[in-house]
């Protein structure tokens, strides 16, 4: 028996359309998988027919061995959180956090929801209305509904999207941290990898509804499995083993292999390899140079102030290993 | 300015002159103040009894169309099959008959030698119960169904994520965010239902009467018109709670629709899941609905248990009286088509000015008043309108009593509110920077006003005008005060040839009421084509 959430083989349709194709993965208890694709790759579709709101064209989920398969929404024991939170509109901040304690009674409610408004920071928000809140406190209090009921597994459908980055960034720290705490099994849906890799344990890559690659993120960046799921991380331009040495690399390749360049591939470095500058932009952290490496393909590096000159010298310090 | 003091001269001397003089009459008996009016009238055990009939039979029937109305607003739309939007129009039939035609509808149907005759159910308050229902379900499904289609459906889903059964998901979640849409519609139907005075008149058989059918009474029958006036009061007080009950919900609901995102909540139809509102909606269709209007079609082609197209042919000949139903029908037209023609010219004149964006405080709450103003009549019942006209314009300075243009402009008044509706929110949801722009590009006001506003209005001046027609061709509360007895509009002239004895005039009379509910009915359907999606149903 395998425990924890199992999916097995599990294909979904819409009409004509194949959202989900073939995909296998298995979640051990207690630990956190990101499922990361771009939209329409089906990782929202997966995620609802694990909640069970999806009905399976073929394939199982299964709970410790068991099938779900005749096991309805509202007894799967499974929470979801979206989006954009959805708070029931018509209750306060406390009444929604308590929605899924219905046996317990009122005293160990009041005490369960004090708990978990703690726990999201958001001691002494309970008598606020949803409407009165800002998205990411809409967010941590969905996030604390959904944990209430201690729920057997945790579904979150790319629950830090629909807020800015600065707070995106903040609060997947959080959430991390508030999952490990209460050593959550979950299902974390993002399409940015920066918030997989912040908290997942395991990476799941999705596209066009198949599974490219499950893997731990140090893996994912370190060896993505093709160059498909390279560009999808973020690495736009391949180089040979030769044509890497002479920007700088001091690694070495098999056979086959190319090497991804990434966002943080290049340094600059005044004893490196002389590139032409084609573009420079300007962010809040840093000059992003675009550059043109020898053999005309483009990368970007990273300079704390622009560069006034036509070229500069760049070092390539690191890269994904992919098959070519 | 100009386009504010037109509308604003005819609503205070058609509308505002004779309200006041109602209110007026009602506390003063031509010497000194008083509320003897009141006194007398409240002192009467008759009109506790219509004001109690009043109120109960609105109540009961807003409870009713909600029981049949909410299965049927999930059904309609929040699910998907074959042959739904043809059933969502159907029900939707009945409400743009003239009321007179579905009191003698559900009359000829219970009547003792009717099809459910053996029910005998003529005459009683169950009639006009299944009468009001059968006007008003379609505005439950409606209004709710507008909401439900579109309040996100991951809301209970996230429900059922924590456990919920479905039962405590539309109990504890979907029921209590569709509040607006359900208090909203609610009080239409008792609006709707508190003012059904064509109904009542038709069914209620004099035994039981309503507080329209008692100042009708009190006005045409006793002559006292300090009464009628106390009446009048009251049933504009009735009124206007339920209108304000219902214009909160609405606001509400705009809002909350406005946090909705546009989502697709339509599901399939699946008979385990929604039998029950399947079964509760097709029999509301085909047993409410369908069998009276089927009833009276049928029994229009009937003469003594004879199948015979007679009453069809004796309508152009005179009936019992002096007038024949076409000279009827071609006052109706000409009256209904005067009316259109006012309220609509009107009706333009108050939404362009009221959908200005002045920048100053000042100028929106002016404009904010204007507006609400030209809603007022709404409120008021047709009956009031008619009541107040024959005590006010009846004598110098404006003598208009015996003129021909009374109804019309009564019509007019009546119209008025829905114009302002229908056209209001087309102006209101163009966006500022399309005419911004059009200012930046170098055109004056009037340019603008000519080349992207006027262009937007078309299709919902096309709804208005259907709107307007219909309903003054239907229009009965006020013209039942005003037709002079040789020059009945058709409504009118139904209302008597059905309660005269003989099958001859019953038969002219069911003709009759099929003729105008088609007309109404085409008027209605054309007008509808042309429904903008920024107007709502109501």
Not at chain 1, 98 to 105: I, S
Request: glycine share 10%; proline share 5%.
């Amino acid at each position: 028996m395998v425990s924890g959430l199992e999916v097995r083989d599990v294909t979904v349709k819409y009409g004509p359309t194949v959202a989900v194709e073939g995909v296998s993965l298995h979640v051990e208890p207690g630990t956190v998988i990101g499922l990361l694709g771009a939209s329409g790759s089906g990782k929202s579709t997966l995620l609802r027919a694990i909640a069970g709101l999806q009905p399976l064209s073929s394939g199982a989920i299964l709970w410790d061995g068991e099938d779900l398969a005749p096991v309805k929404v509202h007894k799967r024991n499974f929470g979801l959180v979206f989006q954009d939170g959805q708070l029931f509109p018509t209750m306060n901040v406390a009444k929604n956090i308590a929605y899924g304690l219905g046996k317990l009674p009122k005293a160990a409610q009041r005490e369960r929801v004090e708990e978990m408004l703690e726990l999201v920071g958001l001691a002494g928000y309970g008598v606020r209305k949803p409407t009165e809140l800002s998205g990411g406190q809409a967010q941590r209090v969905a996030l604390a509904r959904s944990l209430a009921p201690s729920p057997r597994a945790l579904l979150l459908d790319e629950p830090l999207s629909a807020l800015d980055t600065a707070l995106r960034r903040r609060l997947a720290d959080d959430l991390a941290r508030i999952l490990r705490e209460t050593h959550t099994t979950g299902v974390y849906v993002t399409h940015d990898h920066q918030e997989a890799y912040t908290v997942a344990d395991v990476v799941a890559v999705l596209d066009e509804g198949q599974l490219l690659q499950l893997d731990s993120p140090e893996s994912l960046r370190e060896r993505p499995k093709n160059k498909q799921v390279a560009a999808f991380l973020g690495y736009r331009a391949f180089v040979t083993e030769a044509e890497a040495h002479r920007l700088g690399w001091q690694g070495s390749l098999e056979t086959g292999e190319v090497l991804g360049i990434g966002p943080a591939s290049l340094h600059l470095d005044p004893n490196g390899y002389e590139v032409d500058i084609i573009d420079q932009t300007l962010t809040v952290e840093d000059v992003e140079i675009k550059v043109a490496l020898p053999d005309g393909q483009t990368a970007t590096v990273s300079s704390p102030t622009k560069v006034d000159a036509l070229s500069t010298r760049v070092t390539l310090a690191g890269g994904a290993v992919v098959p070519a | 300015m100009l386009a504010a003091l037109i509308p604003a001269a005819f609503l205070v001397l058609f509308f505002a002159w004779p309200a006041a003089t109602l209110v007026a009459r009602g506390f003063h008996d031509g010497s000194a103040w008083t509320i003897d009016g009141f006194r007398t009238v409240f002192g009467s055990r008759r009109t506790w009894s219509a004001v109690g009939f009043t109120l109960g039979s609105a109540a009961l029937s807003t409870v009713v169309c909600l029981l049949l109305g909410l299965p049927g607003a999930y059904l309609l739309y929040r699910c998907t099959f074959r042959g739904r939007d043809l059933l969502r129009a159907l029900i939707t039939v009945p409400f743009v008959l003239p009321t007179v035609v579905v009191g003698v509808a559900f009359g000829s149907l219970l009547r003792r030698d009717g099809l459910l005759g053996w029910l005998g159910l003529e005459g009683t308050p169950v009639a006009i119960l299944a009468a009001m229902v059968f006007f008003n379900y379609s505005v439950i499904v409606r209004t709710v169904g507008t909401m439900w289609s579109r309040l996100d459906p991951r809301l209970a889903q996230a429900a059922g994520t924590l456990g919920a059964s479905p039962l405590r998901a539309l109990r504890t979640v979907t029921l209590p965010a569709l509040t607006p849409a359900i208090v909203s519609g609610a009080s239409l139907v008792f609006l709707f239902s508190a003012s059904s005075y064509g109904i009542v008149m038709v069914l209620g058989q004099s035994k039981y009467r309503t507080i329209e059918t008692e100042i009708w009474f009190l006005t045409t029958r006793l002559l006292d018109l300090p009464s009628a006036a106390a009446l009048s009061i009251t049933q504009l007080i009735i009124v206007t709670i339920a209108l304000w009950l219902s214009g909160r919900a609405q606001a509400h609901m705009t809002r909350a629709l406005k946090l909705q995102p546009d989502v697709d909540a339509e599901r399939v139809l699946d008979l385990s899941r929604d039998g029950g509102a399947l079964i509760t909606t097709l029999t509301v269709a085909i047993v409410l609905l369908g069998l009276p209007l089927a009833n009276l079609v049928w029994r229009s082609l009937h003469r003594g248990g004879e199948f015979t197209v007679a009453n069809y042919v004796q309508l152009a000949v005179e009936g019992g009286g002096s007038v024949s139903v076409w000279d009827a029908l071609r006052t109706s037209l000409t009256t209904a088509l005067a009316a259109t023609a006012l309220a609509v010219t009107l009706g333009m004149l108050v939404a362009l000015v009221a959908s200005r964006r002045p920048r100053r405080p000042l100028g929106r709450s002016a404009l904010g008043a204007l507006e609400s103003l030209f809603l007022l009549p709404l409120g008021v019942s047709a009956v009031t309108v008619g009541f107040g006209y024959l005590i006010t314009l009846n004598r110098p300075p404006l003598d208009l009593r015996s003129s021909i243009v009374l109804i019309p402009i009564a019509q007019a008044v009546v119209a008025l509110p829905l114009v302002i509706r229908t056209l209001l929110p087309t102006l209101r949801a163009i966006d500022p920077r399309q005419l911004e722009a059009a200012a930046t590009l170098g055109s004056t006001p009037w340019q603008v006003l000519r080349r992207i506003e006027l262009p937007h209005l078309g299709r919902a001046v096309g709804l208005a005008v259907g709107f307007a027609f219909a309903t003054s061709l239907g229009e009965f509360g006020a013209t039942s005060f005003l037709a002079r007895p040789d020059n009945p509009t058709l409504p009118v002239l139904i209302f008597r040839l059905f309660g005269r004895p003989g099958s001859e005039n019953y038969g002219v009379a069911l003709a009759a009421s099929v003729v105008l509910a088609g007309l109404a009915g085409i008027t209605m359907a054309a007008a509808e084509r042309m429904r903008p999606k920024e107007v709502a149903a109501w």
